[in-house]
């Protein structure tokens, strides 16, 4: 029982985690219909740019994680500059392809200039607590914590304030949008921008529990993915209840059946969506 | 005259809006039937049901008396119903002869191992196709722009390429969605004549126009919805006398 | 159709590339050009379902370690002859590639690209694990190369030399293009030219987009298939990063930049770069960063690749336009 716990509460943490990733994605997405490809791949830059920041320059891990998030919205802003915007007028298929570019760029980049060994984390919030029960570092509580306040912050942004009730409206109707003064360049950059950093975020909660190393990205990558088709794409209730489905399924499963054919889960759930019901739970289409 | 296509409690909704509400209509054999109303109500939804671009939330369809309620586009198609879309849809990087090649597709029955081998069917499709797309070719009047790509062609050219491509595949019933939309005076008169030349040759014509003149000198019979619902049906001149469309649509619409 | 390459210069190509061992006698040099002419076999096939059917398959890396797999724990495990592993293993292939296509097709762009790169990073993984079977991350050693053909009254044909791999090679390799060239040339070839145009529109005109697509997208992976069990006997030696969807994206960079939808693009495309980061001993890092690179700047400036901006150049020589 105490085992099925504690699979659980994984499962939520590592939900959390991809909730926080395919939030961006699904942000993204419902700007610019494309699915950002090369989004694990920025999360991999903010581990590494969180990991620098602590261990070379001593930062304090949550001046660190609001750097890191700031950094990569930059470079989040500066793709949609330099790689996205000028393809926004052809068929979808091109942008993806200059998704996988851009991936191989990113990940190789950081090959080149960290080398491929993995590199761990100072521990930072190791000491083990008890929740109903069952042990947990706080690191991990922390991180479902983190996400939550990130997410609730996300939806206050987006229901609230001026600038997240632009980005809606460009997302419903981009003509619309433009008709009322709404610059679509600037709100494209500004939802980059956010969605790169929500990742970031994610990132640096994420690292001090695993390791940080260039490929780290990719597998993030496509589970993002996973969840915003399970979910839906653009949809953000579908991408958090798709990413917590996602974690527990994982840790379920891997606990439970077999940890070797874990990852076999996520994708095999993916394909079985794809074929079954490709808009997702949340999402709309059909005929 | 026998009715070749029937509509029964024809009904689409999306969520809880009704884009068609029980139609019941049919068109016969060898006319022109028009179906007008204002904007938003609901034609081009009913061209899509009938295809099978769209599956009806209720009601049933019959071609020839065989049931076709939920088959897809292309078993419409085979069937022997074509359409033109509304926005002129083509295949842009394809020349004008190409484009209709391709349209004779289904009406050839060649492999893949056929054309692997260059097998005696796999040749006389290939030639009975160019054929055909040479015929329909002049038949719409655009013999002078075979190899000219599609996409580069005047809006003209292009509304009667797609018309020629609908044709091509021998359908016995056609659906034209505002094939006059854009053009000018002396275009509208060429198109008519396209399609009464279509008419000529035995296939009936379910229409979509907005502008008035034509419709009332073309048509056999008018349909006339609004809001999804059918409010009148009948000659042109029914049609024209009957009160409840002249304040639904003639009253307001374009009188061109 | 437009813009063809006239027949004169395809087959001085062809004559080029049969005489090219007599001159290239240096083992790197050739080494290079088997490899070259494996992955354009691989490229080629892609194309099918790229530039043809407008579908951007990411699982292709799957298809081609299935074949090579296949192919090889034939002649391993049963002690099958090649020439006769290899008709299987890519009919083998091809069935999956069947298999797959089924419900994968009914996805589209986007969609079809993520199910498809998921599907392949699941073969990785089983060919990984399954060790039983496939002897997992160990790899599989030994793969016998062809066996000599009997030639009644001259004695037999054997494949011991580098320039014989090379004519094994280069035949599949016009094998491929031919078997393309005819499909594409006819009518089945323009159906799918009309689903990459406008599949609403060749749907509404009777062809049934999704069997037209699965038919592409069989014979895709029947082919890559070819190229797996070509390489499978090369080396001699497979292991599981080979079926990884790295092997997707380089055919996909390839054709990209060769030119997609024509013929001599993932030739091209697939030349360029396996030869030129050979000679200059690149490392791998540094050629994926180019890659990556060059791959947004043709895919924002010159979308149709190197072959293709040539084509639509020639294209607007001509006529003046309407």
Redesign the interface.
Known sequence: MALLLQQILNGIMLGSVYSLVALGLTLIYGILHIPNFAHGHKYMLAAFTSFFLVTNFHTNYWVALVIAMGVLGLVGMGVERWVYRPLRNVPHINSFIAAIGLLLMIESFALILFGADFRRFPPLYDQPIHIFGVGITLQRLLVILAAALLILLLQLFLKRTWLGATIEAVAQSPEGAQLVGISIDRVSSLTFGLGTALAAAAATLITPIFLVYPTMGSVPNLKAFVVIIIGGMGSIPGAVIGGLMLGLIESLGGGFISTDYKDIFAFGALVTFLTFRPMGLFGKGGR | MNAILKAEGLSRFFGGLAAVMDLDFEVKAGEILSLIGPNGAGKTTVFNLI?G???PTRGRLQFFEKEITGL???DT??LGI??T?QTT???????VL?TL???F????R???F???L?TGR?RG??ER?RRKAEETLAFIGLGD?A??LAK???QE?QKRLAVG??L??EPKLLLLDEPMGGLTEEENAGMMRLVQKIRGEGISILLIEHKMKVVMKISDRIVVLNYGRKIAEGTPGEVGRNPEVVEAYLGVGDAE | MKGKPSSWLIAGLVVLALVLPQFVTNKYYLNILIMSGIWSIVASSLNLVLGYTGQVNLAHGAFFGIGAYASALMMLKLQMNFWLALPLAAALAGFFGFLIGLPALRTKGSYFAIGTLCFNIIVTLIIDRWEGLTEGARGLMGIPGPAPIPVPGIGQIAFKTLAAQYYLVLGFLLLTLFVMRRILNSLVGRTFRAIRGNEELAEAVGIPARRVKILSFTTSCFFAGIGGVLYASYIGFLSPELTDYHVSFDSLVYIMIGGVGTMAGPILGTLLFVTIPETLHVAAEYRLFVYGLILILMIIYLPRGIVGGIGSLARKKPKGGA
């Open positions: 295809t671009a769209l599956l897809r586009p292309h198609a085979a074509a359409r879309f849809s083509l295949f842009p990087d394809e020349t190409d090649i391709v349209g597709r289904c009406r050839t060649m492999g893949v056929d054309a692997l260059k796999a499709d290939e196709s722009r190899s000219e580069n062609i005047p050219a491509l609908a091509v595949t």
